[in-house]
């Protein structure tokens, strides 16, 4: 199976102990795993993620940011000396977080995986004008929150780091019924 595949079709189990499966609520008995297509969707729509990182002496460092799924990888960008890029310069291991502050519903997502610097420049371009389609007019109206960012990721003035998953979890809530799901992306990896 190639690694595209493996993005297109990840491992999916419904973990019970962890959702309403077990609860006597109504509809807990149908609580089903979250399709990955579905996740796909959510951190389409998502605009902001938070990323975790781990300091050099092994405290996490958590920050929100602006993310877009491209290919077959989360991308999200930092500045070259902001705490993230030396964090991520000392070990790449991170997660990526989305979801709502609602109890009843919702899709809270965690994708864990490795950040690798993007720097070859078609990439670069396919990423921005992701960031750019994505964010529209916060990055490229002169009066965006993000004005200019396009360019600097082009150009190398920010770092671009693609996270393709090892593993993701996904934690619904669907008017009290609950669900835990996780995908697994190559079973041989663990972050």
């Known amino acids: 199976m190639t690694s595209h595949e ?22 807990a008995r149908d609580a089903a795993p979250t399709e990955w ?11 902001i993620f938070w990323v975790s990182t781990v300091r050099p002496d092994g405290h996490l460092h958590v920050t929100p940011l602006i993310a877009v799924w491209h290919g077959e990888a989360l991308h999200f960008c930092t500045g070259r000396d ?13 997660a990526l977080t989305t979801g709502g502050n609602a109890l009843t519903q919702g899709l809270d997502l965690v994708v864990e995986g490795r950040a690798e610097r993007v720097t ?13 389609a994505k964010y529209g007019e916060h990055i490229t109206s002169p009066e965006g929150t993000f004005h200019g960012l396009g360019e600097g990721l082009r150009d190398g003035r920010d770092l671009v780091f693609a996270v393709a998953p090892t ?21 041989g990896e663990r972050p």
């Not at 297509?37 to 605009?47: Q, T, V």
């Not at 593993?167 to 079973?187: E, P, Q, S």
């Open 120 to 132: 070859d420049p078609a990439a670069l371009e396919e990423v921005s004008a992701a960031f750019e």
């Open 82 to 94: 902001e705490q993230k890029a030396r964090n991520l310069a000392h070990d790449p291991h991170c």
């Open 37 to 47: 297509a579905e996740a796909l969707r959510e951190m389409a729509g998502a605009e």
């Open 6 to 27: 493996l993005a297109d079709n990840p491992t999916t189990e419904l973990d019970a102990r962890y959702s309403s499966a077990l609860q006597p609520r109504p509809g």
């Open 167 to 187: 593993t993701a979890y996904g934690f619904g809530r669907n008017d009290g019924v609950y669900t835990h799901t996780r995908w697994t992306f190559n079973a």
